[in-house]
């Protein structure tokens, strides 16, 4: 057999050699000429490009980040915040006709009669015509509707289109019920679902009273306080935004976010006055804002920061750097693959010694180092190549050979017809618990010797070892020992696991658990399935043992001390397990004294397709 340490002094070798070969290549003058061609190149265009970067870039940058943040912010006040003062006055003017406040006033105080209800209507929506006549905001356009409510059944209005219909009334009455509970004085704006206006909502009060005697709707017509420069900033994906001083957003490019709260933490106002980037709806930006102090309103820009940056003399130098680079790199790998050329003959020689080519021997060359590599390379391979020939073959050979003697000792016909003439005679004499125990054990013979030349078996067949023991145990213990078999799955039974690695924990539990103990046991197999693995556990309630030696032999794969040659079986399956299937495989023990012991194998899911 191959002797571990000479294999570890063989791979200790391995990693000499190319620590070895590294740092010949690191100390030769064809490292240096490679590493002095790319310096040469790369230092001067890293200066450069640092200057291009922080004095270039930052000053373009600048000029481009005012230009684009403060343009976009008076044209805002220009088109949009305009038509507010519109609307404002609009507001002033229908809330300052006394008549309309008189008639309100009446409706909340008086009896409310027919007679009462028509007289009012006639002289508010009279005033109602009467005011739009010189309003610029109605012949502009942009008001499309005016809605006086007393309350949800008893409302007036005006409209720009007599042609309306009764849906446009009814989505004023949904918007009156869905305010009806708030109490604040300042606008309300929210956009209509259905039409394409935004709606402005006041309050109206006596002058000399703080009672609400009813409430004014403005309706504005999108399409008028848009503009095409509303449109062209959609398209940029900017943000723009109004705000009143509570922060309640009057206009926004979103118009569904219009009549939502702007929040924001400390960080936007810092990206405000320091020209910033700031992170919103995980993109980048940069913030312009102005404050329109007639009106207690703030205009607010955001320009993604690939539209500012996206310019094209920045395009042009980061195209000329790149360039010159890539001619750099391309100089550097020519120099290196000309010169390297050895060393990647030395690494394709190792790949082939990986894959048991021992005959890959490397050639000589002019130069003096390259030869003392190829010379200590090829010794190397001669040692490597008797190695494998005069001791793992050898070793191998001798293991077949004793394997062959010792199953040729065994005759397993003699063996079986002896014990069936002991089953027959044990029946002849009527002792059933001889016969079940033969049998059991024939079986147990029987399947060792079926799967003799397979290192893996199906979880079915490790059962069939398992019940054949367990038969054999219960007619040596009687009822002590009381069995309980858990599958979750059939289909887990048609699975492999490495051959005899149950039975012998099953062994185990019976032998060094339950044997010893006093009064009944229990003996508990699950067998389940999580995630990608399976596992096999094993529980017993016997008299427990200490677990710490165990474990730390079965984490090191050793078994050199007194509880490894206890638990050998243990080691040596969880040594099996580790080998098939890698290290975060194997068996893991808790246990406790009197209390009892689990031990649980885990595997991947093993089909035998391999």
Request: charged content about 25%.
């Amino acid at each position: 057999m191959f002797k571990k340490t000479t294999l570890s002094n063989t791979i200790k070798n391995i990693k000499s050699f190319l620590i070895n070969t590294h740092l010949l290549i690191k100390n030769s003058f064809r490292y240096k000429v490679i590493l002095l061609v790319t310096l040469t190149v790369m230092l001067p265009l890293s200066l450069f490009g640092g200057y291009l970067y922080y004095f270039v870039y930052n000053n373009l940058l600048t000029q481009n980040l005012s230009k684009e943040i403060e343009e976009p912010l008076h044209q805002i006040t220009d088109s949009v915040v305009s038509k507010y003062r519109i609307i404002d006055n609009s507001f002033n003017l229908f809330l300052s006709n006394q008549k309309i406040r008189s008639n309100l006033l009446k409706l909340n105080r008086e009896e409310q009669t027919d007679s009462l209800k028509s007289l009012t209507r006639l002289e508010i929506e009279s005033q109602l015509k009467y005011n739009v006549i010189h309003d610029y905001g109605w012949n502009s356009g942009l008001l499309k509707s005016v809605f006086v409510f007393e309350k949800e059944d008893n409302f007036f209005y005006l409209h720009h289109d007599y042609l309306h219909g009764e849906d446009f009334i009814a989505d004023h009455i949904n918007l009156y019920n869905n305010l009806e509970d708030k109490k604040t004085e300042e606008t309300i704006i929210l956009p209509s679902q259905k039409y394409n206006v935004i709606y402005f909502i006041k309050v109206i009060k006596p002058l000399i009273s703080k009672e609400t005697i009813g409430k004014l709707i403005l309706s504005i017509n999108e399409d008028e306080l848009n503009n095409k420069f509303i449109t062209s900033l959609e398209e940029k994906k900017y943000i723009a935004l109004i705000i009143d001083k509570n922060k309640n957003i009057i206009y926004h490019t979103d118009r569904n976010k219009i009549g939502s709260q702007f929040r924001v933490n400390k960080s936007f106002y810092n990206a405000v006055n320091s020209n910033k980037e700031f992170k919103y709806n995980n993109e980048i930006y940069f913030i312009g804002s102005q404050d329109i102090d007639d009106l207690g309103l703030t205009s607010i820009i955001m320009v993604p920061k690939n539209e500012i940056t996206s310019i094209g003399i920045i395009t042009k130098y980061t195209f000329i750097i790149l360039a010159t680079i890539l001619l750099a790199l391309s100089i550097s790998f020519y120099a290196a693959a000309t010169i390297t050329k050895p060393f990647n003959d030395l690494i394709e020689h190792i790949k082939k010694v990986k894959n048991k080519n021992f005959k890959s021997k490397m050639p000589k060359y002019r130069y003096t180092e390259l030869n003392q590599v190829s010379l200590t390379f090829n010794n190397m391979l001669d040692e490597i190549e008797n190695l494998f020939n005069e001791v793992y073959k050898k070793q191998l050979l001798l293991k077949e050979s004793e394997l062959k003697a010792l199953q040729a000792q065994i005759n397993p016909h003699f063996i079986f017809n002896v014990l069936e003439t002991i089953s027959w005679e044990a029946k002849m004499s009527g002792n059933e618990n001889i016969t079940v125990m033969v049998h059991s054990l024939g079986e147990l013979l029987r399947s060792n010797f079926t799967f003799s030349n397979q290192e893996k078996i199906k979880i079915k067949e490790e059962l069939k070892y398992v019940n054949f023991y367990l038969d054999l145990q219960n007619i040596r213990f009687g009822d002590k020992i009381h069995i309980h078999i858990y599958i979750e799955n059939d289909d887990l039974l048609s699975l492999f696991i490495p051959k005899l690695s149950l039975q012998t924990i099953v062994e185990n539990a019976v032998v060094h658990g339950l044997e010893n103990k006093i009064g009944n046991g229990d003996l508990n197999i699950k067998i389940y399935s999580k995630e990608d693995s399976v596992y096999l556990m094993v529980t017993d309630n016997g008299i427990g043992f200490d677990t710490k030696e165990l474990n730390k032999h079965l984490i090191n794969n050793s078994d050199n001390n007194e509880n490894g040659r206890k638990h050998i079986g243990l080691t040596n399956i969880n040594q099996r397990i580790k080998l098939f299937y890698g290290e975060v495989y194997g068996i893991t023990v808790e246990s406790k004294i009197n209390k009892g012991t689990t031990a649980t194998i885990k595997i991947p899911i093993d089909k035998g397709d391999y």
